[in-house]
């Protein structure tokens, strides 16, 4: 299977369309001609390279639906800027007030891939807090395309994927697929299509990833440190960033 299928194929399985390539371009035609605006503000060199690839990834992806990823460098003073020059969508691993400001007025959707500590409606975590037994991620997972996407990071970063550049990758999948989905950059449109119960996306994780509706916490498998065995999830182990 070619790239072009594989990335249809998996969002066709993800919003219950149709596999074939017709069908699944035909759903989003209105895309066409949509631009993903995303703000990057500074992280981590780990969760940076996670990023970066994901933004060779997306940038791909996006041009089989006549859409585009647009990336740009800000730094964290310049919130204002960010909205006026309409990057609708912020990646970071810190949200400061004035970012939680900005998604709080319905301007921005921030995808943190730092600690849950500030909630707001417009902010949404990719991990809860975690133990340090606990991995988001690991460069020996195998299973469900995780060793397909370990290989992909491997070839193109000349580096292991760790949890760091799983959750840069992460959040700029889960940010380009939501604008062409909901077909929309708006904040409070992309904010609203998150936290539907039909909304998930795939982490190669085996299951579908989903946010939840009251934390905007992302529910996902996490994995032990000791054996990469699957964490149980239960609600109590959820509750990082209550509202």
């Not at 730094?75 to 990057?87: L, T, Y």
């Not at 959750?167 to 539907?196: H, M, N, P, Q």
């Amino acid at each position: 299977m070619d790239r072009r299928s594989f990335i249809l194929g998996s969002i066709a399985g993800l919003t219950g369309l149709r596999s074939s390539e017709a069908s699944v371009t035909a759903a989003f035609r209105r895309s066409d001609n949509l631009e993903v605006r995303m703000a990057i503000l500074p992280v981590s060199d780990a969760l940076r390279a996670g990023i970066d690839f994901g933004l060779q990834e997306s940038q791909q992806a996006a041009r089989l639906f006549s859409a585009a990823v647009r990336p740009r460098d800000f730094s964290p003073e310049n919130i204002d800027r960010i909205v006026a020059e309409h990057f609708t969508i912020v990646i970071c691993d810190d949200v400061s007030p004035a970012i939680a400001r900005a998604a709080a007025d319905r301007r921005v959707a921030v995808f943190n891939a730092g600690v849950p500590l500030r909630c707001a409606p417009f902010v949404f975590h990719l991990s809860r807090i975690r133990q340090p037994t606990e991995l988001v991620w690991h460069r020996d997972l195998e299973r469900y395309g995780a060793a397909q996407l370990n290989a992909r990071y491997e070839a193109a970063m000349n580096a292991a994927m760790d949890e760091h550049a799983w959750l840069g990758w992460l959040a700029v999948k889960i940010g380009w697929e939501a604008a062409i989905r909901a077909r929309s950059t708006d904040a409070g449109v992309l904010a609203d299509y998150l936290v539907r119960d039909t909304t998930v996306f795939d982490g190669h994780k085996g299951r579908p990833l989903r946010f939840d509706a009251r934390t905007r916490v992302l529910d996902q498998p996490y994995y032990r440190a000791a054996d990469l065995a699957a964490v149980i999830e239960t609600g109590a182990v959820k509750g990082a960033c209550d509202p």
